[in-house]
């Protein structure tokens, strides 16, 4: 006869499963916005889920127990399960926070609190075009506005800046020189661009068996390779070699020459594209993962339709010490499973001002990119350098060495909170790989204060509009 204990035990628990419930629904604002990253909690247990994208969640609870729904700068509220499967909630903002909310001629400002867990949308008011606040968690597209430096299209104005006193020992300690630069174009007989070509420079030395720099082409052909080197200077004369359908192609060229052209027989590759988003994902970035999460399907969807496989990959990082330092996402076409990926991450962790970029960039380029892609493309959004050591130091240059050599440019996105020493070394991540450095702005009146950029000129733009503009450019459509 079986112990009645566990019979006992048996029909107890095939009571409560019994009972349990798949409960869903939808949270939203007073304005009946979704509210994606909302928690929602079984009280006194620890079963809990987010909302995705659209607001809506899904849960597994009993009847009679209580749901908990909560989200920064809005009022908790507790709902009892009763018969009804399907709960729909609608929070209210959290007077607390309102009142710590300043309007102030063309932008508003609020304490650093309230400032480092949510962001207000800003809408335009009549009375002197002043923003007014509204919606705190509302994290919609098109709302961040956003600037763009090409070092490369501006090089000169770039070797002033870096040779100023104030970015001297930045440039020292990470280790990049970057003032002599040769650009190769490489092109069909017809004329046609050729993408993926594989390219090299060498010094003309008795010692140089590697190269300075190695890179590949890029949808427009072209290619922007450094010869500098920190232990020999700069040589007489460089050998420049093309890759390209197993056929070598080369040119020797003078120290002072700034541009090389190959004409060879060969095509491009295919039109699909690799996105890579790496993100800072410490509690000072929380506002920038909502809004991405808002503005990432808008891009995606918005890229020219000439354009074959567009896959995107994520990297999300915070540093030592903290729940991980790097969790990352391979890539994937499926952008539903990518927005999915996205809307289950959120911001914490940091503390110190420096984070694990360098631990970032490691996972980031190991990724499975696509090495006969048209573009491949690496967004970096980040308001903290690396730690400085010296092993950091190596790991970075191996890293963009990495990126050179598979044609991958790297973008960095710089968010309030950074200094000179990011923007500085963002900088020099661009112009290494290729790429071009975009910085948040103070114009849509969002967040804490943004770095003035080093630079005598930009325009502003919607952060999403430039993206998409820096997606197109770069795939050639």
């Known amino acids: 006869m079986k112990n009645p204990i566990i019979l006992l035990l048996l029909v107890f628990s095939a009571q409560i499963a019994a009972q349990e419930n798949t409960i869903s629904g939808v949270v939203t604002d007073a304005d009946n916005y979704p509210i994606p990253g909302a928690n929602v909690m079984v009280k006194e247990t620890t079963n809990g889920t987010q909302t995705n994208f659209d607001g809506q969640y899904s849960i597994n609870a009993n009847q009679g127990q209580t749901l908990v729904f909560s989200y920064i700068g809005y009022d908790t509220k507790e709902m009892e399960i009763g018969e009804d ?41 009549s009375a002197a075009d002043a ?14 506005t956003a600037g763009e430096i090409n070092d490369i299209d501006s090089f000169n104005e770039l070797k002033k800046i870096i040779n100023k006193k104030e970015f001297q020992k930045i440039r020292t300690d990470w ?20 993408n993926n070509a594989r390219l090299s420079i060498f010094s003309d030395s008795e010692d140089s068996t590697q190269p300075e720099m190695s890179s590949r082409t890029d949808a427009l052909g072209k290619a922007v390779l450094f010869k500098d080197d920190e232990c020999r200077g700069i040589s007489d004369y460089y050998y420049v070699q093309v890759y390209h359908e197993n056929k070598i192609f080369g040119k020797k060229i003078k120290s002072n020459a700034t541009k090389v052209d190959f004409v060879i027989d060969g095509k491009s590759s295919c039109n699909n594209i690799d996105i890579m988003f790496t993100i800072d994902a410490t509690g000072s970035m929380g506002d920038e993962m909502e809004y991405l999460k808002n503005e990432l399907r808008d ?7 000439t354009v074959g496989e567009k896959r995107v990959a994520m990297t999300f990082y915070r540093d030592q010490g903290d729940d991980y330092v790097v969790k990352d996402f391979d890539f994937t076409s499926n952008l539903d499973e990518a927005q999915s990926i996205l809307n289950n991450q959120f911001a914490g962790g940091g503390g110190d001002y420096e984070e694990a970029v360098e631990k970032a960039m490691e996972s980031s ?3 499975s990119w696509n090495k006969n892609a048209r573009a491949r493309l690496l967004f970096l959004l980040l308001d903290a350098p690396p730690h400085f050591t010296e092993e950091n130091v190596e790991i970075i240059h191996e890293q963009i060495k990495v990126a050179q050599k598979n044609g991958i440019k790297i973008i960095p996105v710089v968010a309030s909170g950074a200094d000179k020493t990011v923007e500085m070394l963002m900088r020099f991540f661009s112009i290494s790989t290729n790429g071009t450095y975009v910085f948040l702005t103070d114009d849509s009146g969002i967040g804490n204060t943004h770095l003035k950029p080093s630079t005598s000129d930009y325009e502003v733009e919607k952060l999403n509009d430039l993206i998409v503009r820096l997606i197109e450019k770069y795939a050639n459509v």
Do not use: C, W
């Not at 923003?131 to 961040?144: A, H, Q």
């Not at 891009?299 to 339709?305: H, T």
């Open 85 to 125: 499967n399907i709960i729909n909630v609608q929070l209210t903002e959290s007077r607390e926070t309102l009142e710590e909310v300043v309007v102030v001629g063309y932008g508003s400002s609020k304490s650093k609190m309230a400032l480092s867990y949510a962001v207000s949308d800003v809408v335009r008011g």
């Open 299 to 305: 891009i995606i969807n918005r890229i020219d339709n």
């Open 131 to 144: 923003p007014i606040t509204k919606g705190f968690g509302n994290y919609r597209s098109g709302i961040l």
């Open 365 to 367: 380029m190991s990724m």
């Open 175 to 194: 280790r990049f020189h970057l003032e002599n630069k040769v650009l190769v174009t490489v092109k069909d007989k017809r004329g046609n661009a050729i």
